[in-house]
């Protein structure tokens, strides 16, 4: 075995002791260690997927001594390891691009505090994706909602206290049904662990028993992490909680937890439900409407809005639903969509908000009326909206693109989604470009009052992940195949 | 505000709610707060984030809508439980190989006459990696809602809250606490003996430790547990979990033998790494429930 299959125990107790550390030390010393637990973590991560892609099968990993079903584990192929890369590099970036604003946002002496809740999320999201047990999910989706809370309260204003209360009640009510799921589960096959749990429910289908408890616990393991990550009719807290979060923490919660979330009952869809449970009992249907009717109604909240940030923050309840519904169309070229969709949206929406961030401090404020021609004052920072836009409209070229292209094709694989899938798709672009080149035209067109202007080179760490965060994004989106061919390895490996 | 004058709690609330309330001006955004105050016009006029028409419309169809959605997960879960095996009951699902091996071997192989120690320590010791650093993550959410560092220094005043001088309090305290703790210690030393462990043992020292503050105010306490020392006895805690772990999981993937062995079952030194997991389970413990009711109460630890 090679000694890269240790990366993932290695990076879930390296961020760990430094959140434990983060405690003891200043700030500055805090934001150090978290950023090259970053960087050490994306760099472990890619080691393990280049070993996954050698190998060709995934690795079933013990924590301890003893095997499933016994004792714990965590399990890799391709497609974890890759989405681990990816949480960890973006939230390195989040965080390098933010750094202005953090700076304002954070009470000096409170500022180590907020490190260390950026290396309990980047844990969680590391297990939620490596783990193959699911009662360890719950735990670190515990710890994921907790950290993801003191994320939003650092910046005490009493909007984001309420926002964070939010986003807590509906966390936890999440959590709740996602546990509830897993006693109801665990009452009638006595398994934890996901491959032990997979035969259980396979050979209880099979048979007929306990078909009632097995259909209530799977949906409502479902729909608590479809609540926590904000699927429509529960995605009312996104605005509030994103739009005055400091701009960090809206990408991170937005562009990372919720992801977390989201992968963790992808691979519980595959690896657990089965297709035979998943997509035969009608489970996937309702998920399928619920993503479709989000993306619609996030869309109209969007195009509503007056406060920029706002305006970001329900796109990200219409990106959710475009995830749910790729899940809920198959669970092979519709799961490929989604995943996609995973990263698009992580790699932009981040990108959105601190860009947003820095907009309203040149335009000074945060409503579409005050933007007029900021982008003048801040070069930077108008280049990487208007790219965001552009990849959130689905502009070829960019990642929005390819993922909405991915849905199409899914949609063919089943003849009764084509028209409704298709539906939703142009009108939700066509509702996408208009909330989004709105703003766009209002941020260049000519300045009505001239405002001081910040050039690039006072904000190299935010024009640097910008940047950084446009050539991957371009990248994915103009050479797509490849991409598209690990993750569909990956989910073939699941 | 069109009435003005008599507010009720409601329209306070709804207020609130819109986020018309009082709040906004807290939240004055800091990105227009410009040098020049010319942003003034902005942070004055409240923010309108719903339309009037759209809260009322919302507020009809909202109680509805729940009380639906409630009655819906009240039908399900009322059939799902119907549908449950009957409690307890030999041969069911749940009785399998799984906790066979626990109740058969767990002894043997974990060396803990306590079997839940042995599953929660030994078997699924990542679960509870995880856990404890739940309780970590969730006193430094409260930490960063609550903590004072700067500014106020001086106690606030607890003369209400806080019955220092009182005589029955001090003499029954005075009485109890060192039975608490030592029957904490207790706890946490026997847990893979008998029933205890790390959490409830910890739980107990911790209920000790506010009893104390309670009765005979912080002063004495911060003797040996101030701000710092009580950030480097969790640091030392958890970070002896996470190593210790992780050599015991690193070891355990890569099919090595570890330095810790079982021992004699029945000892008080023995079941291997258990006995200093539940040490270091009790002290995160203690200290969590310690900090939780210290900053609820002045605001800092």
Redesign the interface.
């Known amino acids: 075995m090679a000694f890269s299959v240790n990366f993932p125990l290695f990076s879930i107790v390296l961020c760990f002791m430094s959140a434990v550390l983060a405690a003891l030390i200043s700030g500055r010393a805090a934001r150090a260690v978290t950023l090259a637990l970053c960087a050490l973590t994306a760099a472990g991560a890619l080691i393990l997927m280049f070993f996954g892609i050698r190998t060709g099968a995934a690795t079933e990993y013990l924590m301890g001594h003893f095997p499933r079903p016994w004792g714990n584990e965590l399990r890799f192929g391709i497609l974890e390891p890759l989405l681990v890369l990816l949480f960890s590099l973006v939230m390195l970036l989040t965080l390098l691009g933010g750094r202005k604003q953090l700076e304002l946002d954070l009470e000096k002496s409170k500022s180590n505090l907020y490190y260390m809740m950026c290396d309990l999320v980047l844990a969680s999201l590391i297990a939620l994706s490596y783990t193959n047990d699911i009662f360890t999910g719950y735990v670190f989706l515990e710890i994921c909602t907790i950290a993801a809370c003191g994320l939003l309260m650092i910046r005490q204003i009493g909007r984001t206290t309420l926002a964070a209360t939010r986003y807590m009640i509906f966390s936890l009510i999440g959590s709740g049904l996602f546990l509830l799921g897993i006693v109801f589960l665990y009452a009638v096959t006595g398994q934890l662990l996901m491959p032990d749990l997979k035969a259980a429910i396979v050979s209880l289908w099979a048979n007929g028993s306990y078909r009632t408890v097995l259909i209530t616990g799977i949906s409502l393991v479902s729909i608590g992490l479809a609540v926590k990550s904000g699927l429509f009719p529960f995605h009312f807290w996104m605005p509030d909680t994103y739009g005055y979060a400091t701009p960090s923490s809206g990408g991170i919660l937005s562009g990372l937890v919720s992801k977390g979330y989201i992968f963790l009952l992808i691979k519980l869809v595959l690896s657990v439900f089965t297709e035979d449970v998943f997509y035969k009992s009608g489970l996937s249907n309702v998920l399928y409407v619920l993503g479709a009717a989000g993306i619609i109604v996030g869309s109209i909240g969007a195009l509503m809005e007056k406060d920029v940030f706002r305006m970001v923050a329900y796109s990200s309840a219409a990106q959710i639903g475009y995830i749910f519904m790729g899940i809920g169309i198959s669970p092979d070229l519709g799961m490929l969509a989604a995943v996609f969709h995973i990263m698009t949206h992580a790699l932009t929406k981040p990108m959105l908000f601190l860009a947003s961030a820095q907009l309203s401090q040149a335009a000074g404020g945060k409503k579409r009326e005050n933007w007029l021609g900021a982008a003048h004052f801040n070069r930077a920072a108008g280049a990487a909206f208007g790219f965001g836009t552009l990849s959130m409209i689905g502009i070829p070229l960019t990642m929005g693109f390819v993922s909405k292209y991915r849905f199409a094709l899914a949609a063919f694989e089943k003849s009764e989604l084509i028209v409704p899938t298709l539906v939703v798709l142009a009108a939700s672009t066509i509702l996408n470009a208009m909330y989004f080149i709105r703003v766009l035209v209002v941020l260049y067109s000519s300045p009505a009052e001239d405002k001081p202007r910040v050039r690039i080179r006072d904000q190299i760490p935010f024009a640097v992940s910008a940047a950084l965060l446009i050539l991957m994004n371009l990248a994915a989106g103009t050479a797509a195949k490849p991409l598209v061919g690990l993750i569909s390895r990956g989910l073939g490996l699941m | 505000m069109k009435n003005g004058k008599k507010r009720s709690i409601k329209a306070f609330l709804r207020d ?1 709610d819109a ?1 018309r ?4 001006a ?7 707060a ?1 040098p020049e105050g ?2 003034a016009e ?1 942070t004055a006029t409240p ?1 309108e ?1 719903l339309p009037r028409r759209d809260v009322k419309a919302y507020r009809a169809v909202y109680p509805l ?1 729940a009380a639906m959605l409630g009655a819906i997960m009240i039908v ?2 009322f ?2 439980v ?4 009957a409690f307890g009951k030999a041969g ?8 066979r ?2 109740v058969e071997s767990g002894l043997s ?1 974990t060396g803990a006459v306590n079997i839940v120690s042995g599953v929660i320590l ?6 509870t ?3 404890s ?2 309780l ?3 006193l ?2 409260v ?3 609550l ?1 004072e ?2 500014g106020k220094k001086e106690e606030p005043d607890l003369g209400l809250i806080r019955m220092k001088a009182d005589s029955i309090l001090g003499t029954a305290a005075r009485l109890l606490i060192p039975i608490i703790v030592l029957f904490g210690i207790y706890v946490i030393l026997n847990g893979h003996l008998g029933p205890g462990g790390g959490f409830s043992g910890g739980a107990i020292i911790g209920a000790g430790l506010i009893l104390y503050a309670e009765a005979f105010g912080y002063e004495g306490l911060e003797r040996f547990l101030n701000f710092r020392s009580f ?2 006895i ?2 030392a805690a ?2 002896f979990y ?2 210790s ?2 050599y ?7 099919g090595l033998h570890t330095v810790f062995t079982t021992g004699t079952p029945g000892r008080i030194l023995s079941a291997g790494l258990i006995l200093p997991l539940n040490i270091a389970v009790g002290v995160v413990v203690a200290c969590t429930m310690y900090g939780l009711y210290s900053l609820f109460q002045r605001g800092r630890i």
């Not at chain 2, 030994?122 to 679960?127: E, I, K, L, Q, S």
């Open positions: 609130w986020g309330f009082d709040l906004d807290a939240a004055a955004e800091p990105y227009s410009a010319e942003s902005g923010e984030s809508l399900f879960l059939l799902a119907l549908d449950l095996p069911n699902p749940s009785e399998n190989e799984v906790v091996r626990y192989e030994d078997y699924r010791a990542f679960d990696l995880g856990e650093h739940v970590f993550t969730g430094a959410a930490l960063i809602l903590l560092l700067d950030r480097i969790c640091l958890l970070w996470s190593i772990k992780c015991s999981f690193f070891c355990g993937a890569n």
